[in-house]
């Protein structure tokens, strides 16, 4: 059994995806659109560029992902990267959390040497983890 995440975007998952690859060092499986579905002519025209369905690799997780036009923002629910290094935490959680909204800053904690939650500018929650 293999536990992978699926995450609504409200319209910019194809960019969620490319920031996730460039910083992340992911790679992305599968890219489709509303309009490559086989009756993609109920789809509405503004609809038919958005992401049916997306894939992208991130270490051994898989995270999958769709525009959905009344996602809202992860609530309650974290991706959490567990990294090598102090200088990798601190460098990802610059690339994630510009733009995005703050939790708990990047800081030494009694369980971890750098630790923080934000949301990105993508609505999705992360932890970053660098263990003592």
């Known amino acids: 059994m293999k536990l992978d995440i699926y995450v609504n975007y409200k319209g910019n998952c194809k960019q969620a995806f490319s920031f996730y690859e460039e910083h992340l060092g992911g790679k992305i499986i599968m890219m489709s659109t509303f309009a490559e579905m086989p009756d993609a002519a109920n789809i509405p025209a503004e609809r038919k560029n958005d992401i049916l369905h997306g894939r992208i690799a991130i270490g051994e997780t898989v995270l999958m992902g769709a525009d959905i036009p ?7 629910a974290y991706l959490t990267l567990s990294l090598d290094s102090a200088e990798e935490a601190e460098r990802l959680y610059a690339s994630l959390s510009e733009g995005g909204e703050i939790f708990m800053k990047m800081e030494q904690t009694f369980f971890a040497s750098r630790f923080a939650m934000l949301r990105d ?3 999705t929650s992360w932890m970053l983890l660098h263990e003592n």
């Open 70 to 76: 009344n996602a809202e923002p992860m609530r309650s």
């Open 121 to 123: 500018k993508f609505g």
